[in-house]
């Protein structure tokens, strides 16, 4: 099957030898071409040039871009989107001036997401899961990471991970999935931390791990949750069955998390909405990418990741939805494109990089997403016309995606 894209007016994010990420100044540069063409053959970006050198050859179909602009999809790594129901009522209850802190101690929050996945059948989960991909599709992403946490006990830790695991089977979209047993203190272990994190260690991850259910680990590491010696106690057991970690880290108090993420090689380190100069040192120098989530800090009225003073300090820098029904009920990246250039000074190519390139990396999916290159998956997004890709993040709230092909397929 041979899809042929013709008078694209940019080609956004072309890249002959991409690099796996791009940290510092380099995301400044956000290469286009100009008046283009694109070759899709079957699930694959085959070819693309200018269109004074126009492709000939046989094709299937042709679509004709003019006046618009072809991107790679967003790659969004990180998610919980498998989850039960809402929590719109917190949603109500925060606007009467309840913290988020306030509902999680009261046995609301993540437990209240618990309580209600417990009591969702896996087939019933699947069909709410399946609602919102399809929405994220059409908005434009075409990779996700999608964790588990809304369990906290085995079976329903593995529910999660199930479903996620069908929806990488039915859909198109690469899915990666990550174990998050230690999201929260399950009600029955309260008081009784280390129970739980021994469930975690000797009964959940072997399962998951034997399963095949996960490609990564994480630990919501923050005060009341997860301490820096329960992270390290989790991550050192996962690193027995090659889990990887991408962990929570500094989204209301930074405890030190970010160091140990580094220590135990992390791929990602993800909120850092409350960052120290330590924090930044000890990401110098290492592959953890640090990833910030502003659709987050948006809904709580909570300070945005200083993605500006990260990138000024020569680290790289991702952008995820970090779709959640407690604080982020969005998987729209174009959204978080947005966010990130209005609230934390971003300009739109190094919001753009984050989104694409480098949220590809804090999957382990840089060699085959996020960069219009030869040979990389035919994830794309053909926007409406719009005079310029700065349009986009600029005219937040608008939506500009006209059509978008995801592994060699139009939705
Ligand atoms: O990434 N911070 C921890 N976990 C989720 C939200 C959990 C919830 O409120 O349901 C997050 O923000
Ligand atoms: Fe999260």
């Known amino acids: 099957m041979k899809i042929l894209l013709v008078n694209i007016d940019q080609l956004l994010q072309v890249r002959e030898k991409p690099p796996s990420k791009l940290k510092g100044s380099e995301m400044k540069e956000l290469p286009t071409l100009s008046n283009a063409w694109l070759l899709v053959e079957d699930d694959r970006i085959a070819h693309f040039g200018a269109m004074d050198t126009p492709f000939e050859g046989a094709v299937d179909s042709t679509i004709d871009?003019?006046?618009?602009?072809?991107?790679?999809?967003?790659?969004?790594?990180?998610?919980?989107?498998?989850?039960?129901?809402?929590?719109?009522?917190?949603?109500?209850?925060?606007?009467?001036?309840?913290?988020?802190?306030?509902?999680?101690?009261?046995?609301?929050?993540?437990?209240?997401?618990?309580?209600k996945l417990q009591n969702t059948s896996e087939d019933e989960l699947f069909l709410q899961a399946v609602i919102r991909l399809r929405e994220v599709m059409l908005s434009g992403t075409g990779a996700i990471e999608i964790k588990s946490g809304y369990g906290l006990t085995t079976e329903a830790e593995l529910k999660m991970l199930r479903v996620a695991k069908r929806l990488a089977k039915e859909f198109p979209i690469e899915i990666k999935t990550t174990f998050l047993g230690a999201h929260a203190v399950p009600q029955e272990f309260k008081g009784n931390k280390d129970a739980y994190i021994e469930l975690i260690c000797k009964e959940m991850l072997p399962k998951v791990a034997s399963e095949k259910l996960a490609d990564y680990v994480d630990v919501f590491c923050e005060e009341g949750y997860f301490s820096v010696a329960d992270t390290e106690k989790i991550l050192s057991e996962a690193k027995k069955y090659n889990l990887i970690p991408k962990i929570h880290v500094n989204q209301f108090n930074a405890i030190g998390g970010v160091a140990t993420g580094v220590k135990y090689e992390a791929l990602s380190v993800d909120h850092l909405e409350v960052l120290s100069d330590e924090d930044i040192k000890a990401l110098q120098g290492s592959d953890t990418m640090p990833v910030a989530l502003p659709a987050c800090s948006y809904f709580l009225s909570i300070p945005?990741?200083?993605?500006?003073?990260?990138?000024?300090?020569?680290?790289?820098?991702?952008?995820?939805?970090?779709?959640?029904?407690?604080?982020?009920?969005?998987?729209?990246m174009n959204f978080?494109?947005?966010?990130?250039?209005?609230?934390?000074?971003?300009?739109?190519?190094?919001?753009?990089?984050?989104?694409?390139?480098?949220?590809?990396?804090?999957?382990?999916?840089s060699d085959s997403h996020g960069s219009i290159t030869r040979g990389k998956k035919a994830n794309l997004i053909i926007t409406s016309p719009v005079p310029s890709y700065g349009f986009l993040p600029y005219s937040f709230g608008s939506n500009h995606i006209e059509t978008v092909i995801c592994n060699g397929k139009i939705l």
Not at 78 to 107: K, P
Not at 312 to 328: E, M, R
């Open 336 to 365: 978080v494109v947005s966010a990130a250039c209005i609230k934390m000074r971003l300009t739109p190519e190094e919001a753009i990089n984050a989104a694409t390139l480098n949220g590809a990396y804090a999957m382990g999916l």
């Open 304 to 332: 945005y990741t200083p993605g500006r003073a990260i990138i000024d300090a020569g680290l790289p820098l991702a952008l995820a939805t970090d779709f959640n029904p407690g604080s982020s009920p969005t998987g729209n």
């Open 65 to 115: 871009c003019t006046g618009r602009l072809v991107l790679p999809s967003w790659c969004d790594s990180h998610t919980h989107l498998v989850f039960a129901g809402n929590r719109e009522q917190e949603f109500v209850d925060r606007i009467n001036g309840m913290t988020y802190q306030e509902i999680a101690a009261r046995g609301g929050g993540i437990l209240n997401s618990a309580n």
